[in-house]
């Protein structure tokens, strides 16, 4: 079983930058395909961005490509979820998520494992 912890969130001004990080523990982190999901005040969780186990394939919603840049070091056991040019529709508590499946366009009841989530708040 994979316990994941995110970190990195905070209040930042429009136009600028955040970096998510998402610590896992248990075993064979390295194996799991990681996926980050999104839930802004008042609207339903949405998908951001996902990673396949060795890093080689990424996905992105459409509303974050070209801004947001996920990645991952298996050394450390942490995925990342660069944000640059935030706006103030990002605004949403971001959660991390594994799974052994594939994760192109994978519905969220298919990641198993979920973290507590942090919060991103940009200011316009």
């Known amino acids: 079983q994979v316990q994941l912890v995110e970190s990195g969130g905070g209040l930042v001004q429009a136009g600028g930058s955040l970096r998510l990080s998402c610590a896992a523990s248990?075993?064979?982190?390295?194996?799991?395909?990681m996926g980050w999901f999104r839930q802004g005040p008042g609207k339903e969780r949405e998908f951001v961005s996902a990673i396949n186990s060795n890093g080689g394939s990424t996905y992105y919603a459409d509303s974050v490509k070209g801004r947001f840049t996920i990645s991952r070091d298996n050394a450390k056991n942490t995925v990342y979820l660069q944000m640059n040019s935030l706006q103030p529709t990002d605004t949403a508590v971001y959660y991390c998520?594994?799974?052994?499946?594939?994760?192109?366009?994978?519905?969220?009841?298919?990641?198993?494992?979920w973290g507590q989530g942090t919060q991103v708040t940009v200011s316009s």
């Open positions: 248990g075993p064979s982190f390295s194996s799991y395909n």
């Open positions: 998520a594994a799974t052994a499946l594939n994760p192109r366009s994978l519905p969220q009841h298919l990641y198993p494992y």
